[in-house]
């Protein structure tokens, strides 16, 4: 009954349904990254330098030269594609019999390089040239100071701020209701071992935590994951151990002891499930502080790192050209952060009202 109507106040959000349908298509856009992103390369990582920085709607035509490898286009559902072509935009192109002339995006010169057929596999003709090998790329937000695709940079950047809040939330949960709920049943030496180990994790900040342990793990993808997760299970901790003190002192408790229950059978199933609507709401503002702390992260350099593509490192890629006239190349994934944060503060704020959460 207590859900139907928890479901119910959500239904009438409007803020609610809004905020938990952005979250959804986020999430499908994470999973999906690479059916979605115009570059399936792996990372969104295909470089083309000559077209680095264009403006929204650009778009070229791209010479491709086929590798020797007899491999040359490894595809991954989840990871993308391995490319061993090389890329090239082209300005201007002619046919010869050998082959083909081009001149390169951006040239200003009268320089053509030359192809020959034999540099692709045989029995290729013009017409297979033109129909495979020769394309028009299309960039619906441009491209970066690399000349990547924004707009794929930005699909693939995703999975970093929707990962990094689902592992993060997950080991503060693990962390921070098993020690909160050791502090606030045993009470004694366990309740103050546990609350000065809290105490000291919450007087050093957040954000340098996170770098020192960063820096202890080392610099990459799941370490800041781990490292973002290892903060967070204070606050955790910290309301379990309340909600925990409180409820064992209730009436039904009291009534299960004196049945003959065993503690961790009044724990699990009497005293847990209690706390189980506060922590949804802390959860959903958890995962809002897991994408900003990586987010800052990624902008100092310490975050995942290059070439996977995170929301924070394109904004410390790009905040130069907030004044070289080209700002959206850092105001983008800026946006993006800050869409997905407030989405999942509203959600919370709406939580906290729909589950009656007065603490």
């Not at 010479?63 to 559902?77: G, N, Y």
């Not at 009470?187 to 609350?195: A, F, L, Q, R, W």
């Not at 901790?237 to 209730?250: F, P, Q």
């Amino acid at each position: 009954m207590e859900f139907n109507r928890a479901l119910n106040r959500l239904k009438k959000d409007v803020w609610a349904r809004l905020s938990a349908l952005f979250i959804l298509v986020i999430c499908l856009v994470a999973l999906f990254a690479y059916q979605l992103a115009p570059d399936q390369t792996r990372f969104a990582n295909q470089m083309h330098l000559s077209i680095h920085s264009q403006p929204p709607g650009f778009s070229c035509e791209i010479l491709i030269i086929p590798s020797k490898s007899d491999k040359t286009l490894k595809k991954h559902f989840f990871t993308g594609t391995l490319n061993e072509q090389e890329e090239i935009p082209i300005d201007e192109i002619f046919w010869t019999e050998e082959g083909l002339s081009y001149k390169r995006f951006g040239n200003t010169t009268d320089y053509y390089e030359k192809v020959t057929l034999d540099q692709f596999p045989e029995g290729t003709t013009r017409e297979i040239i033109e129909a495979k090998f020769l394309k028009k790329h299309f960039f619906p937000l441009g491209t970066d100071k690399y000349g990547r695709d924004l707009l794929s940079r930005l699909i693939v950047g995703s999975r970093i701020s929707i990962s990094i809040g689902f592992v993060a939330v997950f080991i503060s949960l693990l962390l921070g209701v098993f020690l909160g709920a050791l502090a606030g049943f045993l009470e004694g030496i366990v309740d103050k071992t546990i609350m000065w180990l809290i105490n000291v994790m919450w007087s050093i900040p957040t954000l340098l935590m996170v770098i020192a342990i960063t820096l202890v793990l080392g610099k990459g993808f799941w370490q800041v994951f781990i490292a973002v997760g290892l903060t967070m299970w204070v606050e955790v901790a910290r309301l379990v151990r309340g909600l925990v003190k409180s409820t064992k002192e209730e009436l039904f408790v009291q009534a299960g002891t004196v049945l003959g229950f065993s503690k961790t059978r009044i724990l699990l199933n009497h005293i847990l499930p209690m706390t189980i609507a506060p922590l949804i709401v802390l959860s959903a503002a958890n995962f809002a502080s897991a994408i900003l702390l990586e987010s800052g992260l990624s902008f100092l350099g310490i975050g995942a790192q290059p070439p996977i593509p995170s929301w924070g490192g394109m904004v410390k890629d790009h905040f130069k050209y907030l004044l070289l006239g080209k700002p959206y190349l850092a105001l983008l994934p800026g946006i993006a952060i800050m869409s997905l944060v407030l989405a999942f503060m509203t959600l919370g704020n709406s939580l906290r009202d729909a589950l009656d959460v007065r603490n």
